[in-house]
């Protein structure tokens, strides 16, 4: 499918491909994108030949965040009308979260703000030599709200001290040291890089995948008690029987 902003194609293999169509714009997102892309997330993690999404852009750059154009319209809204177009962001960035199905970034060029959380809400994330990171909202006098808790995941909260408050730019190499990717390779391999990681996945057991993810979810930051150790039982024991 192409609405002109969002590409998506799903192979014989099952590996569903959603390509940022933006690059007049540096692929950054406006109300209709984040629609489009919450829209076909849910789609393709309902569709059980889908093994794996690949997150990825056209053009010279990742995602540059918001546009510029529709932040500046929704400054004159209400706070309540900035309430719901928030919330909208906040959906796409959990239900990429969440997904039901391994999820990789494969970045190129800019990532900025939003394009930032976008990755740090995929499973795997692969960057060229030459992509560089920022989180820059308190350049614009904003704050990276929605895509916080994401980000905070990602490269943990001493360092999210640091670039939340100074918007600098990351190269690659510090972005993977810090875990905000983890892997980075030569421009012209970032493809093959990619289809390496799709192999690996495609190796595995696509319900024991689904239910790994949920496993992660349900220990990460929780305390190592009784309670904990009943729910680990009940998930293990109920994959054993499964099919």
Known sequence: MNDGTVMVRVDGNGIASITLNRPEVHNAF????????????????????VRVVVLGARGK????????????????????????DASSLAELLYTLDSLAKPTIALVQGAAMGGGVGLICACDIAIATQSAFFAISEVRLG??????????????????????????????????????????????????VRGETFINMLLEGGPKAQ??????????????????????????????????
């Not at 750059?61 to 719901?84: I, K």
């Not at 972005?175 to 030569?186: E, F, K, N, T, Y």
């Not at 009940?234 to 099919?243: G, M, W």
């Open 142 to 191: 904003l704050i990276p709200s929605v895509i916080s808790p994401f980000v905070i995941n990602a490269i943990g909260e001493s360092r999210s001290r640091r670039y939340f408050l100074t918007g600098e730019r990351i190269n690659a190499q510090e972005a993977q040291r810090i875990g905000l990717v983890h892997d980075v390779v030569p421009d012209e391999a970032l493809a």
């Open 210 to 243: 689904t239910e790994s993810k949920a496993l992660i979810s349900a220990v990460h930051g929780k305390p190592i008690d009784q309670a904990m150790a009943v729910d680990l039982a009940k998930r293990i024991a109920r994959v054993r029987v499964s099919e």
């Open 30 to 49: 406006d109300d209709n994108v984040i629609a489009r892309l919450t829209r076909e997330l849910r789609s393709l993690s309902e569709d059980d030949d």
């Open 61 to 84: 750059s990742f995602c540059a965040g918001a546009d510029v154009n529709w932040m500046t319209r929704m400054a004159e809204f209400s706070e309540a009308e900035n309430l719901a």
